[in-house]
């Protein structure tokens, strides 16, 4: 499988990343009544069977558990593992050691000695200067704990200052991550994508499938209701899948001509961006097993001009 450079000069990665929001927690997905470790588990190893070891977490996600079954997990395996994990900036956290300190907690529930990928979860840094922030990641590659430094979140201008932070330590700002799709473009044009190209920054697209909106299974006609938060969220309306329809539509045509579902469409038309890795979120096995078919074939300009029409 090919793989990408995250930034300009961190580690190789796949294509393609595996979320774990849903590895543990149980405010937003329920963890341990309709699935867990053991399901999450059977996800870990589809997912190395399908050659894709890039993975996604936070410390918040299930307090800490995502990281502590990712830690888990890899111990298994003989197969080189690269991990995304990302620090909170609360509140009580104001100093260069309480970075050092969260770092060195997620270390010890993934049972590592060094990360691929650190980032900061979000931009809103409280009582901690970005300056304090970015200095303390750069400490942190120079001690080997961690490969590359990311954002998440970050506006064009924020990505900027920390970029600017960083260069002055001679180190790259690797990542933002941010939530793009076929129908979450907005990073587009508040200048994201372009400046993140211009920097030699990657783009992990979190929600690359719209929180399920481009699987084509919500459609004005279908049996499927949304269920959980989807219930209240109005891009579920019966207002607004209609108004997605002609994008489902065009997925779905596409889609058979390459013997592929709506999702693998929409997935390989961020990886043919260059310089974007979708972050899927799964939790079963099968879920893995879809999301590697968006692997290992291209869309042709065509499709992807057609696709960038509709969806605008």
């Known amino acids: ?98 970075v050092s300190d969260a770092l060195t907690d997620s270390l010890k529930r993934l049972q590592v000695e060094q990360i691929a990928l650190y980032q900061v979860h979000w931009p809103f840094a409280f009582f901690m200067s970005q300056e304090t922030l970015m200095n303390a990641l750069a400490t942190e590659v120079e001690r080997g704990r961690i490969l590359a430094i990311g954002v998440s979140n970050y506006s064009q201008s924020q990505m900027e200052e920390a970029h600017q932070i960083l260069a002055r330590r001679g180190i790259p700002l690797a990542v933002n991550q941010v ?14 994508i372009s400046t993140a190209k211009k920097l030699g920054v990657t783009i992990l697209a979190y929600s690359p499938l719209a929180q399920g909106l481009l699987t084509g299974k919500y459609t004005i006609d279908s049996d499927v209701n949304p269920t959980g938060a989807r219930k209240i969220d109005p891009r579920f309306s019966k207002e607004n899948l209609q108004k997605i329809q002609p994008v489902i539509s065009l997925l779905r045509t596409i889609g058979e001509k390459y013997n592929r579902t709506p999702a693998q469409v929409a997935l390989n038309w961020l990886i043919v961006q260059g310089n974007v890795i979708p972050i899927s979120g799964v939790k079963t096995a099968e879920q893995v097993k879809l999301n590697a078919g968006a692997l290992g074939w291209r869309l042709s300009d065509d499709e992807i001009a057609q696709l960038d029409q509709i969806s605008h």
């Open 1 to 98: 499988m090919e793989s990408i450079t995250l930034g300009k000069n961190g580690p190789s990665v796949t294509p393609l990343c595996l979320g774990t929001w849903a590895w543990g927690d149980k405010l937003f997905w329920n963890y341990g009544n309709d699935y867990g470790s053991e399901q999450v588990e059977q996800a870990f190893n589809a997912a190395i069977e399908a050659g894709i070891t890039f993975f996604d977490t936070a410390e918040v996600y299930g307090l800490g558990l995502s990281e502590e079954l990712l830690g888990q997990f890899m111990k298994k395996t003989d197969k080189q593992v690269q991990i995304a994990t990302k620090f909170a900036p609360l509140p009580w956290r104001f100093s260069a050691e309480s």
């Open 179 to 192: 939530r793009y799709s076929l129908l979450t473009r907005q990073v587009e044009s508040q200048g994201i």
